[in-house]
């Protein structure tokens, strides 16, 4: 089945300091990544969808400059922690659809941020 | 605006047991249903998908309904196993983009050995 690779599966950063996460679809072209960020014990909410070739599209409150969201290609997305602090702790996880199962959503493995 | 709930957030069951948990959403108008598995600290494992048009999907000892009508999905797990221990979410494709999915809290599961 569909595979997304996600790396580092965890990270501790010091406040100020950029953090870079990555989403690769290992046998499959995720033409659309989705990234989630999800606090303890809740649901995972959706940040941004990334489209490979062109901007991010953002939703409502989440902050596009501190998130930075690339697409270059069709196997990998990156999100971009800048200027991290202590409340960008939190879980973040990416998922891609595989256009060869249209209702398919595979999921990375998830990363776990400390921001101190 | 579709909002996701599950009942109950947690749950703990002696092994063998049969268990139920409920997904309720606000909006029938939905495409589809999908029902996933979060081990701690990883990432989402889809389990069952129903369509709209569908009733039921059935995966092994798993089995989902889907009730549109009063805005209910049910996931019977049968004769439990501790290595059923984990969170189980629903969601439903956003009405105004199905791609993009709305996810319930979802029901931490602990089967007990």
């Known amino acids: 089945g569909a595979v997304v690779s996600q790396h580092p599966s965890w990270v501790i950063c010091k406040s100020g300091t950029s953090v870079k996460i990555e989403c690769r679809s290992l046998?499959?072209?995720?033409?659309?990544m989705f990234w989630y960020r999800q606090f303890p014990k809740q649901s995972l909410m959706l940040m941004a969808t990334?489209?490979?070739?062109?901007?991010?599209?953002?939703e409502q409150g989440v902050e596009k400059d501190k998130f930075l969201i690339n697409h270059a290609s069709l196997t990998l997305s990156t999100l971009t922690v800048t200027s991290a602090h202590p409340e960008d702790s939190s879980f973040y996880i990416c998922?891609?659809?595989?256009?060869?199962?249209?209702?398919?959503?595979?999921f990375g493995s998830g990363t776990r941020l400390t921001v101190v | 605006k579709q909002e996701v709930t599950q009942i109950p957030a947690a749950l703990s069951v002696p092994e063998g047991e049969n268990l139920v948990l409920n997904c309720s959403f606000t909006?029938?108008?939905?495409?589809?249903l999908q029902w996933f598995r979060q081990d701690p600290g990883k990432g989402l494992t889809s389990l069952l998908l129903?369509?709209?048009?569908?009733r039921e999907q059935t995966s092994g000892r798993l089995n989902a309904s889907l009730d549109k009508s009063s805005g209910r999905s049910t996931l019977y797990i049968a004769a439990s196993q501790p290595g059923d221990s984990a969170t189980y979410l629903c969601?439903?494709?956003?009405?105004?983009?199905?791609?993009?999915?709305?996810f319930g809290s979802g029901t931490r599961l602990l089967v007990r050995p």
């Open positions: 990334s489209n490979e070739g062109s901007k991010a599209t953002y």
């Open positions: 129903i369509q709209s048009s569908q």
């Open positions: 909006d029938s108008a939905i495409y589809n």
């Open positions: 998922s891609a659809r595989d256009l060869r199962d249209n209702y398919g959503y595979t």
């Open positions: 969601a439903v494709p956003r009405m105004d983009s199905s791609y993009k999915l709305i």
């Open positions: 046998d499959f072209q995720a033409t659309t």
